[in-house]
């Protein structure tokens, strides 16, 4: 027998101890991300999407120690089943209080995975809009019936600063956005593009561009296009401020320019 295999199956009861280790070990980093918090994101993520070696070995410790519980149940040795399966219940018992621990950590304290908004207060001095609630579509006249609110309502399309509006959606961090379609553009591309104000990082760029693309084609000029849109830098109630700018690129010449801007106060979407 290959004398690697014969260790692994002589000493049955290392292999319990060694993950019996790892999983206190993990423990401890769990308890420390708790305590120190922000201070210490990288460590959390390592943890909660198991990129962590710690992690990874331990899986493959359980993968092992099940072949291994297997094989004695098979060759029935009494005492290295009733002694591996004792460490193993210590093992997996410790597990499972870490894996509650980091279920427990991200419901209540997940917010530190991601502390963008923390890290950009909004500045004092600087002016900017608030999105509309996101019940803006509805109204209630004089006699109690519920009436759509056109946007006309809020938008002046002869005013290029009121081109783009933006409404909250159904979550923090999730937006639609309205925009006014000049009749006098070309044909081509418009999409949205978002910087933080502070220190002009742009903001979930692949996916905002993805979600906001839109083709203009004679029969939208003049009218008003609606797309929805998440930013996923910061977590909710963390309010940072957004540049929001409108981008055109035209069919024809593939010129980019920009229409439209305005700044928002912003939250990140908890996904």
């Known amino acids: 027998m290959n004398k690697s295999i014969r260790y692994y199956l002589l000493k049955w009861w290392l292999w319990p101890l060694v993950l019996i280790?790892?999983?206190?070990?993990?423990f401890f980093i769990i308890r420390k991300c708790h305590n120190v918090g922000a201070d210490v994101p990288a460590s959390v993520v390592r943890v909660v999407n198991f990129r962590d070696p710690i992690?990874?070995?331990?899986?493959?410790?359980?993968?092992?120690?099940?072949?291994?519980?297997i094989y004695y149940i098979i060759k029935k040795q009494g005492k290295a089943i009733s002694g591996h399966l004792a460490l193993m219940v210590i093992a997996v018992a410790i597990c499972l209080w870490n894996i509650l621990s980091i279920g427990v950590w991200w419901m209540f304290g997940g917010d530190r995975l991601d502390d963008f908004g923390r890290k950009h207060p909004i500045p004092e001095n600087?002016?900017?809009?608030?999105?509309?609630?996101?019940?803006?579509?509805?109204?209630?006249?004089?006699?109690?019936?519920?009436?759509?609110?056109?946007?006309?309502?809020?938008?002046?399309?002869?005013?290029?600063?009121?081109?783009?509006?933006?409404?909250?959606?159904?979550?923090?961090?999730?937006?639609?956005?309205?925009?006014?379609?000049?009749?006098?553009?070309?044909?081509?591309?418009?999409?949205?593009?978002?910087?933080?104000?502070?220190?002009?990082?742009?903001?979930?760029?692949k996916r905002i561009r993805e979600r906001?693309?839109?083709?203009?084609?004679?029969?939208?000029?003049?009218?008003?296009?609606?797309?929805?849109?998440?930013?996923?830098?910061?977590?909710?109630?963390?309010?940072?401020?957004?540049?929001?700018?409108?981008?055109?690129q035209d069919s024809a010449t593939h010129t980019k320019q920009k229409l439209s801007e305005k700044v928002y106060k912003v939250e990140g979407w908890m996904r």
């Open 126 to 205: 600087v002016e900017y809009n608030e999105p509309l609630p996101s019940h803006y579509s509805d109204r209630i006249d004089e006699f109690g019936n519920s009436q759509k609110t056109v946007l006309s309502d809020f938008i002046n399309p002869s005013d290029s600063a009121t081109w783009l509006q933006i409404k909250n959606g159904g979550q923090g961090g999730w937006y639609y956005y309205n925009f006014y379609i000049p009749e006098g553009i070309d044909n081509g591309e418009i999409w949205l593009e978002c910087y933080e104000v502070t220190e002009n990082i742009q903001l979930s760029s």
């Open 21 to 26: 280790v790892l999983q206190i070990i993990q």
């Open 212 to 248: 906001t693309l839109l083709t203009v084609t004679e029969e939208m000029k003049g009218k008003i296009s609606e797309r929805e849109f998440s930013i996923y830098e910061g977590v909710w109630e963390e309010y940072y401020l957004a540049r929001i700018e409108v981008w055109f």
């Open 55 to 69: 992690a990874i070995i331990s899986i493959i410790l359980i993968i092992a120690n099940l072949c291994l519980w």
